[in-house]
């Protein structure tokens, strides 16, 4: 009677497979967890990095614009007893729109609604009675206005700031006032214009009304923005943050944003997801392409020696599988491969494991750190103080801040206020021990952790980090200098946000002492001033 064959397969290729098909699961399940975890870090990193970059945005537009309030003030102080100097209110008008470019043009009306002069002239509009939105509003107000963006008569998208003019008797004379274009070239436009726009990511303005003040495409200024929750929140709320959102085109977006606090405008600043996760899966695509060819090699010397080393093999199959625990390289590295082609797939998994510890460690790394100076970020300096906390451990804080910095950038440039704070990242870790953790907190924020440092120990490395400073030669940079808070740790727990929080207060005392010094807190007592 004939029987249907039944398909065996033998012992060899049985442990075979049962080998490569459980090393292969437990790569897939830690690169799976991995990837998870670091995919949610970057998503994180990437949300604060909008929401900072928007907020240094907001903020720089804002000053910007108290600038240009600040020059119209100043014009408005000297013009109640020239009303009449058709001349000298020409020139005047002149100086204001060219000496810093704040303004695509500048207006001094009278109490009626006249234009007595204007810059440029070809406007065509001295002697003429103005009716715009801007005018109007400034002419009812009598006060600092900046208003409501608005088309002008010449169909431009116009902000319109101006200021009252007020004799010394307390009589209304009229006003001046600067025009910025948001459709044309503007010192504003370009200020947001500055914004790199790589791997899909991009810059945009909404004012109260919902309507797009700036965007990289400009047939879009001017539109009404739809339902959007983010932009709600700007307008109805006045709030700042980040949020992961579906922008009006199903783009998935990680949007940070800011509010201008003078007139309720929000910056938002987006990246594409997918761009944002694009390096990590390149990078484990590459771990993987690394680690095949090790585990394909291994194979024959397993296929050819399979009944000689089923016991050693059965192990190293059972470690396989526990790829993704804890104390697998250490279980492996014991089992006793007592001849070559165990000690040759023992080695490879080892390999494998330690490629991929090694680039989640340097994804780890990068993550912690600061990429300008090599210093700790703030994801850093959390896990330093968790861990000390943790131990009890006492420790010192010194927070440093670079004087006048925003000076330099302006008017040295940034490539030098780069090599300013390269320079303190340098003297900080001259004036620190290996133990120390040194953070770059933000823009010219640093902090310097010493563990085991005593309030007097620390202060001593406040000061001579402090001299070096003030005595350091930076090419371009002229005189720079630091302020210095210092506050340490009792043995008892204390929360390590007081901690710092004192520090920033010994680092504002230190400022309001006229900069240049060293201030000293201690986190259970009032602050007290140590004056270089």
Not at 30 to 46: D, E, G, H, P
Not at 344 to 367: E, M, N, P, T, Y
Not at 523 to 529: F, P, Q, V, Y
Request: glycine share 8%; with cysteine.
């Amino acid at each position: 009677m004939w029987t249907k064959p039944v398909l065996r397969m033998n012992l060899r290729r049985l442990i075979v497979l049962v080998a490569f098909a459980s090393a292969l699961i437990s790569l897939v399940n830690t690169f799976y967890a991995s990837y998870k975890v670091q995919r949610q870090l970057l998503i994180n990193t990437t949300l604060e990095s909008n929401h900072a970059y928007a907020s240094k945005l907001a903020s720089t537009a804002e000053d910007f614009l108290q600038s240009a309030r600040q020059q119209l003030a100043y014009s408005a102080d000297r013009l109640p007893g020239h009303m009449a100097d058709g001349d000298m209110l020409a020139d005047e008008a002149q100086r204001l729109r060219l000496q810093t470019n704040s303004f695509n043009s500048v207006l001094i009306v009278n109490a009626q609604g006249k234009v007595l002069g204007v810059s440029p002239e070809t406007l065509g509009l001295k002697n003429r009675q103005l009716d715009s939105p801007g005018a109007r509003h400034a002419l009812q107000e009598r006060r600092p206005l900046i208003s409501e963006p608005y088309v002008s008569t010449a169909g431009n998208l116009v902000v319109f700031i101006s200021h009252p003019i007020i004799d010394k008797g307390g009589r209304y004379l009229g006003y001046v006032g600067g025009s910025i274009y948001l459709k044309q070239k503007s010192i504003l436009f370009s200020m947001l214009g500055h914004h790199y726009y790589r791997d899909g990511s991009y810059l945009y303005v909404v004012d109260q009304s919902r309507r797009l003040l700036y965007h990289p495409d400009p047939e879009r200024l001017g539109d009404q923005v739809g339902a959007n929750t983010m932009i709600d929140a700007i307008i109805a709320r006045g709030e700042a943050g980040s949020a992961r959102m579906v922008n009006s085109v199903g783009v998935d977006m990680l949007a940070g944003y800011a509010v201008m606090p003078s007139t309720g405008w929000g910056i938002v600043a987006q990246r594409p997801t997918a761009m944002t996760l694009a390096p990590l899966n390149q990078l484990m695509v590459d771990t993987v392409w690394h680690s095949l060819p090790i585990a394909l090699l291994s194979l024959p010397f397993i296929w050819w020696l399979a009944r000689l080393i089923s016991r050693p093999l059965g192990q190293l199959a059972e470690s396989a599988s526990r790829m993704d625990r804890h104390g697998t390289a250490e279980h492996i590295g014991a089992i006793r491969a007592w001849y070559l082609e165990a000690s040759q797939i023992k080695k490879a998994l080892l390999l494998g494991l330690s490629l991929l510890q090694r680039k989640i460690g340097k994804l780890k790394f990068d993550v912690q750190t600061d990429p300008l100076t090599g210093l700790s970020n703030r994801r850093g300096m959390a896990a330093a103080l968790e861990a000390w906390q943790a131990q009890a451990r006492p420790f010192s804080v010194v927070a440093i801040d670079i004087d006048h910095f925003k000076q330099v950038n302006d008017q040295r440039g940034h490539a030098v206020g780069d090599e300013v704070i390269l320079r303190l990242a340098q003297l900080m870790r001259a004036c620190s021990r290996d133990a120390d953790v040194l953070c770059r907190n933000g823009g010219d924020e640093f902090l310097m952790l010493l563990p085991d440092a005593s309030l007097d120990a620390a202060v001593r490395v406040a000061e001579r980090l402090r001299a070096r400073v003030a005595e350091a030669d930076i090419p371009g940079a002229g005189a720079v200098t630091v302020s210095l808070g210092v506050v340490a740790s009792a043995q008892e727990a204390v929360d390590a946000a007081a901690i710092l929080h004192a520090a920033d207060e010994a680092l504002y005392e230190a400022k309001k002492k006229g900069r240049n010094c060293v201030g000293v807190a201690n986190a259970h007592e009032h602050l007290l001033i140590d004056n270089a």
